[in-house]
């Protein structure tokens, strides 16, 4: 079976209402671990965002699945925008794993423009359309 996660980042540090803490971080996952086992998924595919996506691809790692990580740009400047603008050490497991990655042929970068505000939308419906022709 293959997952596709959209995840959801850890909340600005001026948060108001908090969704998602990044006291909150461990339990999140052992919960996608926990999920990830009982779907007997195969196969990971999300973004490489701070927050569920990088919890979801440590997660996958832990159990040996396959998982690939399809960022629209080039690592450093989604790092920038997606990674490092939120409270936590999300650079350091960014940078693990998005190594492990280009090791495993996991690594998808679309090669959109860094300026082009709708990369995000388009990120994932590209990959397919290219991979489905």
């Known amino acids: 079976m293959v997952v596709a996660l959209a995840g959801r980042r850890i909340d600005n540090k001026e948060t108001d209402t908090p969704s998602f803490p990044l006291s909150n971080a461990a339990k999140v996952k052992v919960k996608i671990a926990s999920v990830l086992k009982y779907l007997r998924a195969g196969t990971l595919i999300c973004s490489g965002a701070n927050g569920a996506d990088l ?65 995000f939308k388009r990120q994932t419906w590209q990959y397919w359309i290219r991979q489905t022709g």
């Open 55 to 119: 919890l979801a691809l440590e997660a996958a790692a832990e159990l040996k699945m396959a998982r690939y990580m399809i960022l629209p740009f080039e690592p450093n400047h989604f790092k920038r925008l997606s990674v490092t603008d939120r409270p936590g050490d999300w650079e350091k497991i960014f940078d693990r794993v998005y190594e492990g990655l280009i090791y495993e042929n996991g690594t998808i970068v679309l090669g959109f423009d860094a300026e082009d505000k709708l990369a």
